[in-house]
């Protein structure tokens, strides 16, 4: 199993390789282990300043990238929504 810190920058070089450089105001929000099908994966949601500015703190943007345990390939990269206040 690859250690949670490589775990975390396979995510930040993927997103960073479709990109074409790193993400703005990246940031880790949380890791979690768990299944997918057969597989062993890590979930890592990162998140980044968003396109719409909303007060002073504008808003952000969360994606979650589904990572393998046993090799660090990311396999899937989802749109987190979340919940309205």
Do not use: C, H
């Amino acid at each position: 199993m690859i250690p949670v810190k490589e775990a975390v920058a396979r995510p930040i070089e993927f997103a960073s390789n479709l990109l074409g450089s790193s993400p703005p105001d990246l940031r880790l929000e949380e890791v979690e282990l768990g299944k997918t099908g057969p597989n062993d994966v890590w979930m890592i949601p990162l998140s980044m300043s968003g396109r719409t500015m909303i007060g002073p703190l504008g808003s952000r943007e969360y994606k979650v990238f589904t990572v393998l345990q046993d090799t660090g390939e990311v396999v899937s990269l989802k749109i987190r929504e979340l919940a309205s206040a």
